[in-house]
């Protein structure tokens, strides 16, 4: 694949950075890559990993000149940094974010921008619970979705330019409005991720009075449960508080139908109970069916970092 940005300015070097940068190395996708991270030990750690062709002590001087700029920072931090970078951006840039929450972070970042420069936030569907510079790698976005939330009035051939680089970084890319980004991620992501962080938290209380039995005993869904609850606490604070309104309307529907379940199991309503897991069992194939995971007994999890 050919040059599709000639310098790329990564503000931000955890996971989702460091991902990109090897997958857009994979493929040769950009020119020069220009990275940047808040602390001086990420930034050394960089630096000694060779992991950018530059790394800049601040987020004004890795923008310059750049034609890409990606903010990879948590979804809290992003208008700070937009703040910091927009006298610097080179007119016909382009700003992009890879932020988990959309609406909250086009509210920050698009009044900063100034004019002549594209805004064309987007969202990566994959993650690992791990974070910092050294724990990405080539693949993690082969195969996922990369979805680009463009503001109105965006220049086609921009979006056209981003579309690309996520393509050939390996994910499949869709275009989607910011609202129904924040509600699609509330039941597929966010609130999965509270009840993890819930059921662990149970286990956890549970342990002081069984000992290490939660521990020893943990069977894979529980301990599917702890490698979720294990992300990042930066991250997820930042991602419920920007997406307060579509996690509380999904974690309304939950109870709801957590309520229905306790009742059908008090009063042994066992049919009740089989065609719920029947239609439930019905999802997990589709998920499958449609190449976003495995049916390995370990969901496939076993090769990821
Ligand atoms: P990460 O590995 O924890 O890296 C975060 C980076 O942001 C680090 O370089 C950190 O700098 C920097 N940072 C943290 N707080 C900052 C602040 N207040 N101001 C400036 N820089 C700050 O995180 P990540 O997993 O790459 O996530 C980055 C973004 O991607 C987030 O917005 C997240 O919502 C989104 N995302 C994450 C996943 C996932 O599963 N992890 C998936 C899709 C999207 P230092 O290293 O110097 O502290």
């Given at each position: 694949m050919s040059v599709i940005y000639n310098r790329v300015a990564l503000i931000g070097l955890g996971l989702i950075a460091s991902s990109m940068v090897h997958a857009m190395r994979r493929r040769g996708l950009a020119g020069e890559i220009v990275g940047t991270a808040r602390s001086p030990e990420t930034r050394q750690i960089a630096r000694l990993d060779g992991l950018c062709d530059r790394v800049t002590d601040t987020a004004a001087e890795a923008v310059k000149d750049a034609d890409l700029v990606v903010l990879c920072v948590p979804v809290g931090a992003m208008g700070a940094v937009a703040a910091e970078i927009a006298p610097h951006l080179k007119p016909g840039a382009t700003v992009s974010d890879v932020g988990s929450v959309k609406r909250a972070v086009i509210d920050a970042v698009a009044p900063h921008i100034p004019e002549g420069v594209h805004f064309i936030p987007a969202h990566p569907l994959a993650g690992t619970e791990h974070s910092g510079?050294?724990?990405?790698?080539?693949?993690?976005?082969?195969?996922r979705w990369c979805l680009l939330v463009p503001v109105e009035g965006t220049d086609p051939a921009a979006t056209a330019r981003l579309r690309a680089l996520w393509e050939g970084i390996g994910a499949n890319v869709e275009e989607m409005d910011a609202d129904h980004h924040d509600l699609v991620l509330a039941v597929t992501s966010h609130v999965p991720h509270l009840i993890a962080y819930t059921m662990v938290g149970v286990a956890d209380d549970l342990r002081r009075v069984t000992d290490s039995e939660v521990v020893k005993y943990s069977a894979a869904g529980f301990r599917d449960f702890t490698r979720i609850a294990a992300s990042d606490p930066t991250m997820w604070r930042d991602v419920f508080l920007n997406n307060k309104d579509a996690t509380l309307e999904i974690l309304g529907r939950f109870t709801e139908e957590l309520f229905a379940l306790q009742r059908a199991i008090r009063t042994g309503e066992g049919d009740e109970l089989f065609d719920y897991f029947s239609r439930t069992r019905a999802i997990r194939r589709g998920i499958i069916e449609a190449g976003q995971?495995?049916?390995?007994?370990?969901f496939g999890r076993g090769g990821t970092k």
């Amino acid at each position: 694949m050919s040059v599709i940005y000639n310098r790329v300015a990564l503000i931000g070097l955890g996971l989702i950075a460091s991902s990109m940068v090897h997958a857009m190395r994979r493929r040769g996708l950009a020119g020069e890559i220009v990275g940047t991270a808040r602390s001086p030990e990420t930034r050394q750690i960089a630096r000694l990993d060779g992991l950018c062709d530059r790394v800049t002590d601040t987020a004004a001087e890795a923008v310059k000149d750049a034609d890409l700029v990606v903010l990879c920072v948590p979804v809290g931090a992003m208008g700070a940094v937009a703040a910091e970078i927009a006298p610097h951006l080179k007119p016909g840039a382009t700003v992009s974010d890879v932020g988990s929450v959309k609406r909250a972070v086009i509210d920050a970042v698009a009044p900063h921008i100034p004019e002549g420069v594209h805004f064309i936030p987007a969202h990566p569907l994959a993650g690992t619970e791990h974070s910092g510079p050294r724990s990405g790698f080539a693949e993690l976005y082969d195969n996922r979705w990369c979805l680009l939330v463009p503001v109105e009035g965006t220049d086609p051939a921009a979006t056209a330019r981003l579309r690309a680089l996520w393509e050939g970084i390996g994910a499949n890319v869709e275009e989607m409005d910011a609202d129904h980004h924040d509600l699609v991620l509330a039941v597929t992501s966010h609130v999965p991720h509270l009840i993890a962080y819930t059921m662990v938290g149970v286990a956890d209380d549970l342990r002081r009075v069984t000992d290490s039995e939660v521990v020893k005993y943990s069977a894979a869904g529980f301990r599917d449960f702890t490698r979720i609850a294990a992300s990042d606490p930066t991250m997820w604070r930042d991602v419920f508080l920007n997406n307060k309104d579509a996690t509380l309307e999904i974690l309304g529907r939950f109870t709801e139908e957590l309520f229905a379940l306790q009742r059908a199991i008090r009063t042994g309503e066992g049919d009740e109970l089989f065609d719920y897991f029947s239609r439930t069992r019905a999802i997990r194939r589709g998920i499958i069916e449609a190449g976003q995971d495995t049916a390995a007994p370990d969901f496939g999890r076993g090769g990821t970092k």
